[in-house]
């Protein structure tokens, strides 16, 4: 398997700081663009004490709020990165909720990529491909459609939140933004959307294309340990990359 670098954003998230560690586990390079290096390096510690020795080769640490990037420091960032993964997300804060940035998924993903494709203009290689990997959750509904039925209060509560709760609008926002980009063939995406996640172990995951069973009070969970393992296999299998890009699958934890 060659190996592949990925940039992850969103990587002291309580995803993202799996998705980094699964990787470099599989011996994978990453790029992490963090508010906090010595916090990533903490949250690493956490779940294993030896991965700052370990890894050292492997992982890049660039200490740098995302949106305050310049667009040439995000090309520099996605050139030559074989997937972008993003575990973004607001911090359930008064502030992460309801002050700035309001749009920190979606404008990140619309730079991210935006870079990625300016990076591709300047290249001859017209052959390679870039993933992104954007992480969602099951209430963002589907721009493509196919998620009906859903009942009617779902589809009034789904409602509210859009309009409501700033971090679901701009989930479903950069779910929006990524679905607009089936014009590149060399940017493929998929947007994983997960149920009600939990900590706790890798173990079998199982992958839909619309979320089962209710939206509210359902029994189905999902690790955010297996939520990472199926962006880092959708990076390192082509078949199952074949399967989900540019769709949004739904994942819980296998029963
Ligand atoms: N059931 C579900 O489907 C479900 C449940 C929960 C979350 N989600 C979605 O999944 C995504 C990730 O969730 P999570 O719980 O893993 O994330 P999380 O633990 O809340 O982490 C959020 C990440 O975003 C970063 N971040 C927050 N505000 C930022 C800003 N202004 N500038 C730069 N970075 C910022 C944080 O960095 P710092 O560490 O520096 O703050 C952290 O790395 C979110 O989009 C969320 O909506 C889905």
Known sequence: MPTTTTLVVGATGATGKHVVLQLLQQSQNVHAIVRSKQRLHDLLG???P???VKFEKQL???EASILDLSDEEL???TKDVDAVVSCLGHNMSFKGLWGKPRKLVTDATRRLVEAIE???AESNDHDKKTKFILMGTEGV???AGGDDPRTRSERSVIFTLRYLIPPHSDNESAAQYIHTKRDNPRLEWTVIRPTDLIDGAVSKYALFPKPQGSLFGGEDKATRAN???SMVDMILSETLWEEWKYKMPYIQDAN
């Open 60 to 62: 890049e640490v660039s």
């Open 46 to 48: 956490e779940i294993d």
């Open 118 to 120: 300016a990076n591709q």
């Open 141 to 143: 509904t589907n721009p």
């Open 50 to 52: 030896e991965s700052s």
């Open 75 to 77: 090309k520099k960032a």
């Open 227 to 229: 939520v990472a393992k």
